[in-house]
């Protein structure tokens, strides 16, 4: 059984100034948008976020961004969101982008316990800067690290009483990997179901990578809507 959290402060009181978090997600889908907000009640400050980005500015990780509780970005994609471009370019947040795949690797790699890996993404540009290059089979390949977190955040359309978690559609992108590269996880969910009301071929993230879990109902905002004439 798992740590079952009444509220999103309880769920987040042992992230501390200075922790490095992994939080999930693909643009707004499928963030944990309360333990974001929770996070920013806190007022918990110098974070490393390892995520795909960094929300926008009014959601998601934006608002932490906004609340400059953030000292480094770890990403792959910064488009959406014109505090994050304002902060960088005043040179008050650090700032490591990284190719989408890579990032998903190194994440996964993290996960799965293997401290690095050789990639050909990067290869003749300024990511390779002070990384090995080595050659295999004529071709060459950058040597990435494998990245973890204190802590990873993430967000399943549902969840059993031991962690057991199954994601919705594109939000299953970021957020499985980086339920496995955390010392610790905790999971918002959108339902808590009872023990064996999910089928063993339908877990995305077994529970055992998972040690809090919260219920909560979230807003699922989207970065933009766009529409066609008829």
């Known amino acids: 059984m798992k740590q079952i959290h009444s509220s999103f402060q309880d ?15 693909f643009g707004l889908v499928g963030i944990p948008e309360n333990l974001l907000l929770a996070l920013v009640e806190t007022g ?12 926008v500015d009014d959601w998601g990780l934006g608002l932490l961004l906004k609340n400059k509780q953030i000292k480094k970005m770890v990403g792959s994609y910064v488009g959406e969101n014109k505090e994050f471009e304002r902060q960088v370019l005043a040179g008050e947040i650090e700032i490591e982008l990284i190719p989408q795949g890579t990032l998903a690797e190194r994440i996964r790699a993290g996960g799965a316990g293997i401290p690095a890996f050789y990639t050909p993404a990067g290869v003749g540009t300024s990511i390779a800067e002070g990384k090995e290059v080595r050659e295999f089979n004529g071709k ?22 031991m962690g057991n ?12 990997m980086i339920a496995a590269a955390g010392k610790t996880t905790i999971a918002e969910l959108e339902e808590l179901v009872e023990i064996g009301q999910i089928e063993p071929d339908q877990i995305h993230t077994p529970g055992v990578y998972v040690q809090n879990i919260i219920v909560g109902h979230q807003e699922k905002r989207i970065e933009r809507k766009t529409i066609r004439q008829i």
């Open 11 to 25: 769920a987040v009181k042992n992230i501390h100034d200075g922790s490095t978090l992994m939080v999930g997600g």
């Open 44 to 55: 918990v400050k110098d974070l490393t976020i390892i995520s795909n980005n960094c929300g």
């Open 140 to 161: 060459e390949y950058l040597l990435e690290t494998a990245l973890t977190a204190d802590h990873s955040l993430v967000r399943a359309i549902k969840g059993d009483k």
């Open 165 to 176: 978690l199954v994601y919705n559609k594109t939000a299953r992108n970021f957020n499985p």
